[in-house]
């Protein structure tokens, strides 16, 4: 008999398969996995990080991407003619809705299938799923809720996430399940003990915000600027850059190229085999990679913020896991400490707050999520 299908749903890019990647691979032994990107670029992105795409055509040699022809076609056939056909849809991508048993979505984007999934007969559950191991915050004041989860379940890291999301979905459909991606199995696959490095390597995670809708550029520049004549006091120092898949504004690089005497360079290998390599790590405020860093025991540092109100206190300050560089003098003294004193108390009190902060499990997160997605599919 043949293998029912878990579908993959990816909207824009490789980080919507980061955090999955291990679910599938125990579902793999069940279940065919099949992958569907929803544009050129999201796969473009999975194909520049080679370790990732590596595991990741292992475990889903089958899949499709649409194209623009594609999206015209479904949109016309659905606003013009009401004659949209899902199993029609997939039949063009050499699957039967009659085989897929589960389709699963990131959280950050609407999927467009999971109403379409609805609207069928033995239709397959829809669950979303985390992009990354951020951990919600709770809100300093009433907001509005712009959008409402259209899935059967939600999958999320961590208990106290489900303040945020409960307002988007029914509670009962919340299921906590970890992070499966640092499962120390996972972690010891995505890694390296080769590398030989002549310089200490300070990775940089950054979100180029620049010319949004919200953006102050000068603002941004000058923070900028004050980050990387911190970073050239540094002495025999590589700077690894890592941009956000998503915030990556091109004008970071007028600015990066007028420091000449900085040793740089701009990276698309995964995050956590970059942590794994790297003696510092230096984030923002607002984005998961800090627990990239500290699932790794790293040094990790957060530069100062330079937007003051935000209706929201993050879940690494409820928790107190960021150390946090308030100006360029203290961004200065946390880098050179965490170079010369990496087992600081500083560092170790955090990275111990962070490893309290798991959620765990008798099994390993991965097992854990994939019989749960497994259970609740049938």
């Given at each position: 008999m043949a293998k029912k299908i878990i579908l993959l749903n990816i909207s824009k890019s490789s980080a919507e398969i980061d955090w999955i990647l291990p679910v599938l691979e125990e579902l793999s032994k069940k279940y065919r996995i099949f992958t569907l990107f929803q544009n050129s670029k999201s796969f473009e992105t999975l194909n520049k990080d080679e370790i990732l795409f590596k595991l990741w055509k292992r475990i889903s040699p089958n899949y499709a991407i649409d194209n623009e022809y594609d999206k015209l076609v479904?949109?016309?056939?659905?606003?013009?003619l009401n004659s949209f056909s899902l199993k029609n849809y997939f039949k063009k991508k050499n699957l039967n809705l009659s085989d897929i048993k589960t389709v699963l979505s990131e959280f950050g984007t609407y999927c467009w299938i999971f109403d379409e999934v609805k609207k069928t007969t033995n239709k397959p559950t829809t669950i979303y799923f985390p992009t990354s191991s951020f951990i919600f915050g709770k809100g300093k004041e009433i907001f509005t809720i712009k959008f409402?989860?259209?899935?059967?379940?939600?999958?999320?890291?961590?208990?106290?996430?489900?303040?945020?999301?409960?307002?988007?979905?029914?509670?009962?459909?919340?299921?906590?399940?970890?992070?499966p991606k640092y499962d120390t199995k996972w972690l010891e696959r995505i890694k390296s003990n080769k590398i030989k490095k002549r310089k200490k390597i300070i990775l940089f995670a950054y979100s180029s915000r620049f010319n949004t809708k919200f953006s102050d550029n000068k603002k941004l520049e000058k923070q900028f600027f004050e980050i990387l004549r911190t970073l050239k006091k540094i002495n025999n120092c590589k700077i690894i850059f890592k941009i956000h898949?998503?915030?990556?504004?091109?004008?970071?690089?007028?600015?990066?190229?007028?420091?000449?005497?900085?040793?740089?360079?701009?990276?698309?290998?995964?995050?956590?085999?970059?942590?794994?390599?790297?003696?510092?790590?230096?984030?923002?405020?607002?984005?998961?990679?800090?627990?990239?860093?500290?699932?790794?025991?790293?040094?990790t540092i957060e530069y100062w913020d330079i937007n003051k109100k935000t209706n929201f206190s993050l879940g690494h300050d409820d928790l107190k896991l960021n150390k946090v560089a308030k100006n360029p003098v203290e961004l200065e003294y946390l880098i050179k400490l965490g170079i010369k004193d990496p087992k600081n108390k500083i560092w170790i009190k955090q990275q111990a707050k962070f490893f309290l902060t798991l959620e765990k499990f008798n099994i390993n997160s991965s097992k854990y999520t994939s019989k749960l997605i497994d259970n609740i599919s049938k």
């Open positions: 479904r949109y016309c056939s659905k606003k013009f409402n989860l259209n899935s059967d379940y939600l999958l999320l890291c961590n208990r106290l996430d489900k303040f945020f999301w409960k307002k988007r979905i029914d509670e009962n459909k919340i299921k906590i399940v970890g992070v898949p998503r915030k990556n504004d091109p004008y970071y690089l007028k600015i990066l190229k007028k420091f000449k005497n900085i040793d740089w360079e701009i990276s698309s290998k995964n995050l956590l085999y970059l942590t794994n390599v790297c003696d510092i790590f230096l984030h923002d405020k607002f984005s998961s990679v800090i627990y990239e860093g500290l699932i790794r025991k790293k040094p």
